[in-house]
């Protein structure tokens, strides 16, 4: 591969490393190796069976521009712009053990179905197609945006809906079981990010009007407005209890709403955190939240992925190692994943611990 390193490294953990191909295919990770005599190695305490604190993921052809972990932590699902969608192993040595083909533009988002059965993922091709994860194959392609779909989110609990969010300024509710859209909320504008409430009463649409806006899924008009953000809102992610909101924008920041049902309008901003710039090629960059709700990440334009303190708003981590565009970050357990423009993945063991 064009990107592949010629000699051996060194991951920054301070153990060797060297490349391995997976049984799978062209997939590589970082997996370590025996430390030749004399060399100084410093004692790192692991938190995962990854097989090295940090894995780098490489096999796609084309931007990494989605990346998210199964309901079980035990896998890993990205998305990318050379339009296919590979799933690894988060474990020993992350093998890419399967490959899924068949968008015709490039993956913009992919998300999983609570019970970790399908995939579901958004494409410029117009489309979202659901996949099936123990046979491999897709047993859906959803028609019905007239432009590009930049984003898809599925509910957490109870029956299986999936949110997708796109160009042509629509936000459409699927049934997986079903062949066309059983809801549709129109906008004026781009929606470029979507997410579910955690009783999937709501969705959240957020888009290049720099607002986010809550549709009731009961009444389908717009319960609220989340207004703040000063650019496009790229990625919205909903916490592990459910109460809060996480946004990120072009505007260089990203923010905490308080969404639970009986909060005032006026006061549901709760949080800003700064330190991610997006940087001159305006990706949708994606956050997330840690699986306790303390901490949030997301990547950067600057080529690293940054992790805040929800209590301080302080920067914990700035995470190098990629040469591209950080577009979406996830994090499972005690450890966190990254895709990148530079056609790779990172996965790494992180220990907030150490910063409390």
């Not at 010629?6 to 490393?17: E, H």
């Not at 450890?335 to 423009?341: D, F, L, R």
């Amino acid at each position: 591969m064009s990107d592949k390193r010629k000699a051996d490294g060194v991951n920054q953990a301070g153990s060797l490393v060297k490349r391995q191909k997976s049984e799978a295919g062209n997939s590589l990770a970082v997996v370590p190796t025996e430390p030749p005599k004399g060399a100084l190695m410093r004692t790192v305490k692991r938190t995962s069976d990854l097989q090295a604190p940090i894995m780098l993921l490489t096999g796609h052809e084309g931007e990494v521009l989605s990346c998210k972990f199964s309901p079980s932590g035990r896998q890993l699902a990205s998305g990318s712009f050379d339009q296919m969608i590979y799933l690894w192993n988060a474990f020993g040595e992350c093998n890419n053990y399967m490959a899924l083909k068949g968008h015709t533009g490039a993956v913009l988002e992919v998300q999983w179905s609570h019970d970790g059965r399908n995939i579901y993922s958004a494409s410029t091709d117009k489309t979202l197609c659901i996949w099936d994860t123990e046979i491999g194959e897709r047993v859906k392609r959803l028609r019905g945006h007239t432009g590009f779909v930049n984003s898809c989110a599925s509910t957490r609990r109870g029956t299986e809906l999936v949110v997708s969010g796109s160009d042509d300024g629509t936000a459409k509710v699927w049934d997986p079981r079903q062949k066309h859209a059983v809801k549709s909320f129109e906008n004026k504008y781009a929606i470029t990010a979507t997410a579910f409430s955690q009783d999937a009463g709501l969705i959240f649409a957020g888009g290049i009007d720099n607002q986010i806006r809550a549709w009731d899924l009961r009444k389908d008009e717009v319960m609220y407005s989340l207004t703040g953000h000063f650019d496009t809102v790229t990625g919205l992610r909903i916490s592990p209890d459910g109460d809060y909101l996480l946004s990120n924008a072009m505007d260089n920041t990203v923010r905490i709403w308080d969404v639970k049902p009986f909060a005032p309008t006026g006061t549901r901003l709760q949080k800003i955190f700064e330190g991610a710039p997006h940087g001159f090629e305006k990706n949708l960059l994606r956050p997330c939240w840690s699986p306790d709700g303390d901490y949030v990440a997301t990547g950067s334009g600057d080529r690293s992925v940054v992790v805040w303190d929800v209590a301080t708003q302080k920067i914990v981590y700035k995470l190098p190692g990629h040469k591209g565009v950080c577009n979406e970050v996830d994090w499972t357990g005690s450890i966190i994943a990254s895709a990148s423009n530079d056609r790779t993945l990172f996965i790494g063991e992180l220990n907030v611990e150490e910063v409390k």
